[in-house]
């Protein structure tokens, strides 16, 4: 994977095929990185790079990349490295492709750089639901393997961050409710329905978002027909 610096970052990142530029956001939660597209149904270089120019990156303390624990970070931290990536790239225009976590990073990128999206998918994405200790979890457990690497980091700096990232009111995390109606891309929502992609947080998005279309079956048997609307949908 190639790399590039970022205020004090170092974010690894991957391009396969060429065409139109995707951006794929992975999976894992805090752990989000371009392996995670390995694990899971749908895979965005496999099924895209034939046809575009497909971006994968590992997010800050993820995969191969790095970054100090400052304690003031926030999802708009993950979006700024993420548009800092277009920029080092020289691509002014994208489609975006977001998993799991990666859907509160494409409602960040819609909100801070709409202009810079040409069209969205989210895939179950994660949100809140009676289900924030999960999500706690999830970062205590992501801190607690990296933190012998950042020994920058207090106490106090972890719970900021963990506290900016989980302990907000958003369903959606990075976006308030209000923001869905004022998006003007294109978007398509493959539907989630487990504790950390609650269906609600689909359907949110879904009914939020003016004109977006929603796949409620996508896996398994339902697989293929779901991987054609995707490709159809990201066609120019």
């Not at 277009?86 to 994208?94: A, P």
């Not at 990666?102 to 750089?113: D, I, N, S, Y």
């Not at 329905?193 to 978002?209: F, K, M, W, Y």
Request: proline letters at 7%.
């Amino acid at each position: 994977m190639a790399t590039f610096d970022r205020d004090g970052a170092t974010l690894h990142y991957d391009e396969h095929g060429t065409g139109f530029p995707v951006l794929a956001l992975a999976p894992g939660g805090m752990r989000s990185a371009a392996r995670f597209w390995d694990q899971v149904p749908w895979h965005p270089v496999t099924q895209l790079a034939g046809s575009h120019r497909v971006i994968v990156m590992d997010q800050r303390n993820a995969g191969a990349s790095t970054a100090p624990v400052t304690g003031t970070e926030s999802w708009a931290t993950y979006t700024a490295d993420q548009l800092a990536l277009l920029d080092h790239l020289g691509v002014d225009e994208c489609a975006v492709v977001g998993m799991c976590i990666g859907g509160p990073f494409v409602l960040g990128l819609l909100q801070a750089a709409p202009e810079r999206v040409a069209r969205a998918v989210v895939i179950q994405s994660i949100g809140l639901d009676g289900n924030r200790d999960t999500f706690h979890e999830m970062f205590d457990l992501w801190a607690g393997g990296i933190g012998a690497d950042h020994p920058e980091a207090s106490p106090a700096a972890w719970a900021a961050y963990r506290s900016a990232m989980y302990d907000v009111d958003h369903p959606l995390f990075s976006v308030p409710t209000s923001f869905l109606p004022t998006v003007t891309a294109p978007v398509l929502v493959l539907q989630g329905d487990d504790v950390h992609h609650p269906l609600s947080a689909s359907r949110l998005i879904a009914d939020g978002v003016p004109g977006a279309t929603y796949v409620e079956r996508w896996k398994d048997d339902a697989l293929p027909a779901a991987q054609r609307r995707i490709a159809d949908f990201l066609s120019p």
